[in-house]
Antibody
């Protein structure tokens, strides 16, 4: 069974850091791009960032709102992706979803940035 | 950045109605468009990719069309489980961008 599970969310103060994990199973993780998408409370979906498979060069791209603060990475040997979030802002408060090539999604993990 | 504009922002329909959602791109994106359905508290679910290809397991009452800058998602006969919010996403160029969503409500 294909599964994507995010973890690592929680409450953090502005300026601090959090690292989200995206653990997958049931498919060949290394073959797929991984995107992170977020949704602020009561708002629409926002694409955050993306890492291609190594076969496609492992290209990484970010939304302007997080570029320079967030880092996407992947560990193909363990089928896990990460979203390192530094210099957190209150506007980063959202549910963060991990998705494999936009087709398989996790249940999301909530991040609250508040003093 | 490519702007994706969905219309209407909300739509009221009855079970059995035919409904159509529109998504317009600020510049041409070929057919690099995905439609998602999202229910409250749940992750988005991909319905259509490549603008018109139905995701495996999605009922055939859903269909997508369009290319370039204008795209539509049609539900031929709305069912109770279809009341949700629908989003389009362009993945033609970075940053990928979502439309603001269309909320399908029960009339």
């Amino acid at each position: 069974e294909v599964e994507v599970v995010e973890s690592g969310g929680g409450v953090e103060q502005p300026g601090r850091s959090l690292r989200l994990s995206c653990k997958t199973s049931g498919f060949t993780f290394a073959d797929y791009a991984i995107s992170w998408v977020r949704q602020a409370p009561g708002k629409g979906l926002e694409w955050v960032g993306f890492i291609k498979s190594e076969a496609f060069g492992g290209t990484i791209e970010y939304a302007a709102s997080v570029k320079g603060r967030f880092t996407v990475s992947r560990d193909d040997s363990n089928s896990i992706a990460y979203l390192q979030m530094n210099s957190l802002k209150t506007e980063d408060t959202a549910v963060y979803y991990c998705t494999s090539s936009l087709g398989v999604w996790g249940q999301g993990t909530m991040v609250i940035v508040s003093s | 950045d490519i702007q994706m504009t969905q219309s209407p922002s909300s739509l009221s329909a009855s079970v059995g109605d035919r409904v159509t959602f529109t998504c317009r791109a600020s510049q041409g994106i070929r057919n690099d468009l995905v439609w998602f359905q999202q229910k409250p508290g749940k992750a988005p679910k991909r319905l259509i990719f490549a603008a018109s290809t139905l995701q495996s397991g999605v009922p055939s009452r859903f269909s997508g069309s369009g290319s370039g800058t204008e795209f539509t998602l049609t539900i031929s006969s709305v069912q109770p489980e279809d009341f949700a919010t629908y989003y389009c996403l362009q993945h033609n160029s970075y940053p990928y961008t979502f439309g603001q969503g269309t909320n399908l409500e029960i009339k």
